[in-house]
């Protein structure tokens, strides 16, 4: 069994601390430029975390995760974060545990719901005063009438 520094924990918001044990990490070699060391290092990361599994979540922000991140989340119920765009490993690691929580805080995020709102009657009375105002402009623009 391997063991976790707790601050390896990662803190996607107040409440919400994913254990360093529920993540699981891969390291492969990076494609794209970079010379020799491309084809020495394994620098790209890949970040694991299982949604369904998870012991941190109550089943209302389960569900909300599950419905939202639903395209990016493997058969498994696990959500797959890459990193490689960085030429160390470590730098691409707390990448991928920024882009993480990035992605878990946006899809907890509930929008305030809008409530409709009436116009005020001095709105009222200025936007009708404007548009008679135009009227007459347009009006005016005519051809004057034929005096005989």
Do not use: C, F, Y
């Amino acid at each position: 069994m391997d063991r976790h520094d707790p601050s390896d924990d990662l803190e996607v918001q107040r409440g919400l601390v994913i254990p360093a044990a529920e993540m699981e990490w891969s390291a492969s070699r990076a494609g794209g430029p970079g010379g020799q060391a491309v084809n020495k290092l394994s620098t790209r990361v890949t970040l694991r975390w299982s949604v369904a599994e998870s012991a941190v979540l109550d089943d209302a922000r389960r569900a909300r995760l599950l419905a939202r991140l639903a395209s990016r989340l493997t058969k498994a119920g696990e959500l797959i974060v890459h990193a490689d765009g960085e030429r160390s490993q470590l730098d691409n690691r707390l990448e991928a545990r920024r882009r993480l929580a990035q992605v878990v805080r946006d899809a907890l995020h509930v929008p305030k719901t809008r409530r409709k709102t009436k116009p005020t009657k001095g709105s009222q009375k200025r936007r009708l005063k404007a548009k008679k105002e135009h009227s007459q402009k347009k009006k005016m623009r005519g051809r004057p009438p034929r005096e005989d």
